[in-house]
Every structure is written in structure tokens, then in C-alpha cells.
């Protein structure tokens, strides 16, 4: 998996609880990536980061943040889980040539 | 219209079958492309990097791009039952950091 991991790989948790998700890579490339996946959306991102400290918004972004306070970590939290949260959520990293590297997932489930 | 479309299947072929993946994209600025691979439980796998129009070809596997008709395909010879995984198609404009564009992916079964 590229030197991409993820933990945790499985999660239940209850409506209303705070959830970090952590990316994890030893590549040292510059570019990371939080998506979900669900069936008949396919993947979908989340958000990205460009750089330390540098982030933005993807395409499903309400009700999640991100942070990345070194180039080998990137959190992605849910303040407050909602069912709709329930997924399996991948990291991706990138050097910049366009072409991203998936992690294992983590399957999040939100009773 | 959906930016890049892809046939949602499943798709079940018989080992050693020619399999062809398809997608359509509306959006002309797209130059890079790419397919992966991704087995139950796992996270996608890049398979196949193509830039603009033509063929790539690695092994078993053929990536080919028109641009001008907005199409993109991937070609299985020989199908195997290790085959036997999600294909999804994804889109770039760059090559740089932009954002891939993904279809939905199609769930292929190869029977032995």
C-alpha cells in the first residue's frame, strides 16, 4: 500500500461522538487525501492537503475536518458522527505527478 | 450529466475471456487517465497511467484513450479469476496536484 497506513482499520462509535481518523505515510510526498466510499456514490473527497498546514475543502466536506501538522500525518476528525457518516474512508498521497496511492481504509460504523 | 460515466455492471465473464471496461468523460480538459483496481476489502490500486490519446499497454492489460470522442477503455486479455476485483476509472487535468475525478467504478467477476 504504498507506505500508507491507517488506523484505526475498524470503528463503531454512537451518534454525537467525536471520531479521529489517522493517515499515516513514510513516502514523503506532499500531497495527502481523505475520500469516502459508499455504494453508488463511488469515491468521493473529502479533503486535501497540499502542504503542512495546508488544506482544503473537497467535495463532501460538512461535517468533517482535517489537519496535518507534519508531511507523514494526516487527521481527519468528525466532530459530532451522524449515521450518514458510515462508510469506509481512504487516504490517498500524491508526489504532485497526478497519480495517487490508496491506504487500506478504515471502515467507520455510526449507530 | 455526470463529469465522468461509467457502466455500474456487474460484468461476469468466463476465464480467459477479452474483457473491455469503458468510460465517458464530458469534460475536454481532462489529459490524464487512469485506471484502478480494487478487491474487496482493500483499498483501489493504481493500474494503469495514461496521458492524452493512445495506447498503453502492460502485460495483459491495455489502457487506451479518445480524446476525441471522450472515451476511455480498458482492456483485459486472458482474463483470470485473480481478475476478479472493482475497476474504476479516474480523470485528471494537470498532472499536477489537481483532483482526480473518479467514475463509480464496475465489479468484474471472472468465473474459472
Known amino acids: 500500500d504504498a507506505g500508507i497506513t491507517q488506523s484505526p482499520r475498524h470503528k463503531v462509535t454512537e451518534t454525537g461522538t467525536p471520531v479521529t481518523l489517522r493517515c499515516h505515510q513514510t513516502e514523503n510526498h506532499r500531497y495527502m487525501y481523505w475520500y469516502r466510499q459508499d455504494p453508488g456514490h463511488g469515491l468521493r473527497l473529502i479533503h486535501y492537503?497540499?502542504?503542512?498546514?495546508?488544506?482544503d475543502k473537497g467535495e463532501v466536506s460538512d461535517g468533517y475536518s482535517v489537519s496535518r501538522s507534519k508531511t507523514e500525518d494526516f487527521l481527519l476528525t468528525l466532530e459530532s458522527a451522524t449515521s450518514s457518516q458510515t462508510s469506509v474512508y481512504f487516504c490517498a498521497i500524491s508526489d504532485g505527478s497526478g497519480r495517487q496511492y490508496f491506504g487500506p481504509g478504515t471502515r467507520l460504523t455510526v449507530l | 450529466q455526470k463529469e465522468v460515466e461509467q457502466d455500474p455492471g456487474p460484468l461476469s465473464v468466463p476465464e480467459g475471456a477479452i474483457v473491455s471496461l469503458n468510460c465517458t468523460y464530458s469534460n475536454s480538459a481532462f489529459q490524464y487517465f487512469m485506471w484502478y483496481r480494487q478487491y474487496s476489502r482493500k483499498g483501489p490500486e493504481l493500474l494503469m497511467y495514461t496521458y492524452s490519446s493512445g495506447n498503453k499497454e502492460d502485460g495483459r492489460f491495455t489502457a487506451q484513450v479518445d480524446k476525441s470522442s471522450k472515451y476511455i477503455s480498458l482492456f483485459i486479455r486472458d482474463s483470470q479469476p485473480s481478475d476478479s476485483a472493482t475497476y474504476l476509472c479516474?480523470?485528471?487535468?494537470?498532472?499536477?496536484?489537481?483532483?482526480?475525478?473518479f467514475g463509480k467504478g464496475i465489479t468484474l467477476s471472472v468465473r474459472p
Open positions: 492537503s497540499y502542504g503542512v498546514k495546508d488544506t
Open positions: 479516474a480523470m485528471e487535468y494537470t498532472g499536477a496536484n489537481s483532483k482526480l475525478t
